[in-house]
């Protein structure tokens, strides 16, 4: 595989970037738009995406003044330390490990 070959897989968004971008993003309490938008998705997919991580324990949903706002879990941190791990030891030297949305 060329350097370019392997840049352009590293730059698309696996589902587990996405699912480590999401929790990243419910930090401190957010609501599913703030989610959305840090995270780059449409409506229904983050619909689809914070139903499973909820059902999963990644994320947890609080209720605030009658707003649902989404919270990351203990186990979502370590999901996003163990992500990070995976991608520093995968990805090729001369290539910038990607960043989580912040």
């Not at 989610?35 to 999963?56: D, H, P």
């Not at 947890?60 to 919270?71: M, S, T």
Request: positive net charge; aromatic residues 10%.
């Amino acid at each position: 595989m060329k350097t370019n070959e392997i840049q352009a897989l590293w730059e698309r968004r696996d589902r587990l970037r996405i699912f480590a971008e999401i929790i990243e993003a419910a930090k401190g309490r957010k609501n599913k738009t703030r989610i959305m938008y840090q995270a780059n998705l449409s409506f229904t997919q983050v619909n689809e995406y914070l139903s499973f991580l909820t059902k999963m324990g990644f994320i947890r949903v609080c209720n605030n003044n009658r707003k649902k706002l989404y919270e990351t879990t203990a186990k979502g941190e370590n999901y996003i330390e163990s992500y990070m791990e995976m991608i520093s030891i995968l990805k090729p030297q001369e290539l910038e490990v990607p960043m989580l949305v912040r």
